[in-house]
């Protein structure tokens, strides 16, 4: 008769790879007879990541609702009366004056526009929709998303390239449009002056998964970042929030897909996004 001692253990650790981290809880129990005889050790390892991943997330989610609110109320007004006050007095001032006094009120105007944009960032983030997911072509949402990049002021050239026919698909258009479009803009930014942006879409009709893979020729992104790069607040770019890739691993999270990122080559940056297909 085997009977189970009582040496038992927890201990949580971390597994670090070239392009992700895996948190583990890794339990032990040792196994006797009666006789108190050692027989062997059972382990036990709890995959945690995702759940961490969640419970961050979610926190963060709070900071921002609060973030948001505080900020947010005071921003018209102050906004609305630098307007008023260049308006109002704009012509009543010699030259020099006049132009520190335009110079200025320009100044709060503009800044008080981009402090806006990132509260709305914010709420966007804390106040996440519910996933609305309808039939829906995954190239055609593809195609509109690029749609909106034909004007930029960089030599980027967008390419389309479809191996295989993907079925429709049950998504939430309005948001996996989104989540495609944060990508986009990621991948611009990471192209200095010029470059190339290539779409690919697969479909793999054993385990019905439809493939996403976006891949840039910009400055990529460094090893050690690569495991941080879907977490809340964490940016790789000066001027960034960090919520633009979270908003992203969210999004695709919420339909049942996952996304990660790998070295793009000879240089770049290759976002790979796969969802599930039911037909």
Not at 105 to 131: D, G, Y
Request: proline fraction near 4%; charged fraction near 30%; include cysteine.
């Amino acid at each position: 008769m085997i009977g189970i001692g009582r040496g038992t253990f927890e201990h949580q650790i971390k597994l670090y790879f070239s392009d992700s981290v895996i948190e583990l809880l890794v339990s032990g129990t040792i196994l006797k007879d009666d006789a108190g005889n050692y027989l062997g050790l059972v382990l036990v390892f709890e995959d945690l990541t995702h759940l961490q991943k969640a419970q961050r997330a979610a926190a963060w989610r709070e900071v921002a609702r609060r973030i948001a609110h505080e900020i947010k109320n005071p921003l018209t007004p102050i906004q609305l009366s630098a307007q008023r006050l260049r308006k109002r007095y704009k012509n009543r001032f010699v030259r020099e004056d006049g132009e520190v006094f335009d110079e200025c009120t320009k100044t709060i105007i503009n800044q008080t526009a981009e402090i806006k944009s990132l509260v709305n960032e914010f709420s966007s983030f804390a106040r996440m929709p519910a996933t609305n997911p309808l039939p829906n072509d995954l190239s055609k949402v593809i195609r509109e998303s690029i749609s909106l990049f034909k004007e930029l002021p960089k030599n980027i050239s967008f390419e389309f390239i479809e191996r295989d026919k993907i079925p429709t698909c049950n998504l939430d258009k309005d948001q996996m449009k989104r989540a495609i479009v944060n990508v986009f803009d990621n991948a611009v930014d990471a192209i200095e002056n010029e470059g190339n942006i290539t779409i690919e879409t697969s479909y793999d009709k054993i385990f019905q998964i439809a493939r996403i893979e976006i891949a840039d020729t910009g400055c990529g992104i460094p090893q050690e970042e690569k495991s941080k790069l879907f977490e809340p607040y964490f940016s790789t770019k000066k001027s960034g929030t960090g919520l633009g890739l979270s908003i992203v691993s969210t999004i695709i999270a919420d339909h049942n897909g996952y996304i990660r990122a790998r070295d793009n080559y000879p240089k770049g940056t290759r976002f790979i996004i796969e969802l599930p297909v039911k037909v």
